[in-house]
Nanobody, 115 residues
Framework: VQLQASGGGLVQTGDSLRLSCAAS????????MGWFRQAPGKERRFVAA??????????ADQDSVKGRFTISRDIAKNTLYLELNSLKSEDTAVYYC???????WGQGTQVTVSS
């Protein structure tokens, strides 16, 4: 299975973006899927996760992600999403999709928030 993330870009403070992660060569069934992000010079950090079967979601407690970001999935399209709202400059990072237990990663998509 390969993961392909897309949807990043250069936006301004307060804007929104929707990131997508598509799987090729397999499906996400029976797994949890997640998004991590890595800001310049910092470690990769957990953002959100979703159970593919139940749709239960989990968000990072720190970084004020909860309430601004929404993780979702489209089972028919085998695609994972991350909706980013009210973006701040500190959200600038490369965003990666991954499959639990976080041993399969996509290539990342750059999100840059300009103030």
């Amino acid at each position: 299975v390969q993961l392909q993330a897309s949807g990043g870009g250069l936006v301004q403070t307060g804007d929104s973006l929707r990131l997508s992660c598509a799987a090729s060569g397999g499906s996400f069934s029976s797994y949890a899927m997640g998004w991590f992000r890595q800001a310049p010079g910092k470690e990769r950090r957990f953002v959100a996760a979703i159970s593919w079967s139940s749709g239960s979601t989990y968000y990072a407690d720190q970084d004020s992600v909860k309430g601004r970001f929404t993780i979702s999935r489209d089972i028919a399209k085998n695609t994972l999403y991350l909706e980013l709202n009210s973006l701040k400059s500190e959200d600038t990072a490369v965003y990666y999709c991954t499959r639990h237990p976080w041993d399969l990663w996509g290539q990342g998509t750059q999100v840059t928030v300009s103030s």
